[in-house]
Each structure stands twice: as C-alpha cells, then as structure tokens.
C-alpha cells in the first residue's frame, strides 16, 4: 500500500470510478450507451436476416466494443491501490465476463452470444445518476434477505417434506388409474407444479380422491406464496435505515459506504487520505 497517493492514479480513479466531476459523469454516460450498443449488437446477431446481411458488420462491432472494455478493465486495475481485491469484487468479477465470451470465441465459436452479461454493468447507473437511495434500499432488502434465510430454510424443507408425500400419495391413488403418474420422482414434479400454482397441465388426476388431494395442494399454493413474503416484510420493517454515498473506494473500487463512513466497509482502508 502507497504512502502516498499517486497524481496520475488518483485523476483516473476520479473519472473512471467517481461521478461526482463533470469528466466523471461523462464517462460513465458514454460508458453506458457502450453496454447498451453491445448488447443491442448482440441481440440483433441472432436475428437470422441480420446475421446474414451485416455479419461483417457485427463482428467488427463486437471487437471494438471487447477492446474498450478490456482496455477499460485495465485502467480499473491500474488506478485502485489494490488491483486484486478489485478483481475479486463484484464489479471486477463482471467486468472480466464482459470481455471473456468474444475472446473465448476464438476457440469455442457461438460463445460470444453471452455477452449479454454486459447488460449487468448497467447496475453502474445507480451511481452515474446519483440515485444512492436505490443503493440504500437494495442494502435492506439484501440484510432483511440475510435476516430471515434461516425461517426461509426451514420454510423450504418443510414444503419439500409436503411435495415428497403429496407426490408419494398422490402416485399410489393414481398409478393404476391413470398413465400420466410413471413414478413417484414424476408424482413429485406434479405436486411442485400444482402447489406453486404454476399447473401446466401435462399431468392430472382422473380420480375423485386425486382431484380432491390436488384441490387442496392448490389452495395450499397460496400459503406458499403468502409465508415467505411475510417473513421477509417483517424482517424489512425491523432494519434500520442508513444513508449511503456514491464513493468508491481507492483501493478496491467498492461502493456504497454509509455517509459517514472514514473506512471502507469492504476492505478497511481510508477512503480519504486528504
């Protein structure tokens, strides 16, 4: 870690990962109409009347784009004071698969169709346009997540213990009687598909006392969407609310801190060294 901060480093770090300057605002503008126009390239290549008509076109496009965000990707590394923590983040991780599909089509044709993945650098804009408060409400919903996985855990076993001997049941009453039920692990993609209210119909009981277990699982479809969504909006109601900035990090580009944060919360370094 330097002692000193780096000129060259900290007016890239400004414009690439801040949006706070003009220059900065600019560039994650431009950055982003790039991520769309790839995307939108790579959506109209597998349109089959284009891919015909403008392939040359496309290919060329694809390589300009992989080349600004490997370039882009490189300036990221190079400005933050620990390179490898920003790689390792989530930023730094879709970064890389931004640019790997069209290399990786070198060697294995078609995969550059999952440079789709692109479309995931657009979460970028809730910092381009200042809208921290949406970065503040997706810490809640991510900590009230974190709150309630163990009631959700327990949540899902339980439904999963309920389709097991629903589809079990469900396949003794109806295995003579109707062909559709081949197998217990069959009975049991029916019980998942009628309790989730999903009921695509390619199987069905045809006896009375099926009918009537599939009745119930059906009704039963509505508590499962109900009980998960009250353990999570109870869990919302009890975080607390903390204010969040758009600064990153100099060190592992991470963002999100609270405002009145001195250390990033990812990797403890100072996130002002004025």
Not at 65 to 84: A, D, K, M, N, Q
Request: overall charge neutral.
């Amino acid at each position: 870690m330097p002692t000193t901060l780096d000129p060259k480093k900290e007016k890239i770090h400004e414009i690439i990962f801040e949006a706070d300057t003009p220059m900065g605002k600019a560039f994650d503008i431009f950055l982003m109409g790039m991520i769309i126009a790839s995307i939108l390239v790579v959506m109209l290549e597998s349109v089959e009347s284009f891919q015909i008509k403008y392939k040359s076109i496309f290919y060329a496009l694809e390589w300009i784009f992989t080349i600004f965000f490997t370039l882009e990707y490189i300036l990221r590394l190079y400005c933050v004071y620990s390179p490898i923590k920003y790689a390792k983040s989530f930023y730094g991780i879709i970064d890389v698969l931004a640019v790997l599909p069209t290399y990786l089509s070198l060697i294995l044709p078609g995969s550059q169709s999952l440079m789709v993945i692109r479309a995931m650098r657009l979460f970028r804009v809730f910092r381009i346009f200042k809208l921290a408060h949406f970065l503040k409400e997706g810490h809640v919903i991510i900590q009230a997540l974190r709150a309630s996985r163990a009631k959700i855990t327990v949540f899902l076993v339980f439904i999963l213990l309920i389709v097991m001997i629903m589809g079990s049941i469900m396949y003794l009453i109806e295995s003579e009687h109707n062909t559709a039920f081949t197998s217990i692990p069959t009975s049991i993609y029916w019980a998942i598909v009628t309790l989730t209210t999903v009921g695509y119909g390619d199987i069905a009981p045809q006896t009375p006392l099926g009918q009537f277990i599939a009745a119930t699982i059906m009704i039963m479809g509505y508590v499962v969407i109900a009980v998960p969504t009250g353990i999570v909006s109870s869990e919302l109601l009890n975080q607390k609310q903390v204010q969040y900035n758009t600064q990153a990090c100099r060190y592992c580009g991470e963002e999100g801190h609270d405002d009145d944060a001195v250390h990033c919360k990812y990797c403890g370094e100072l996130l002002n060294e004025s």
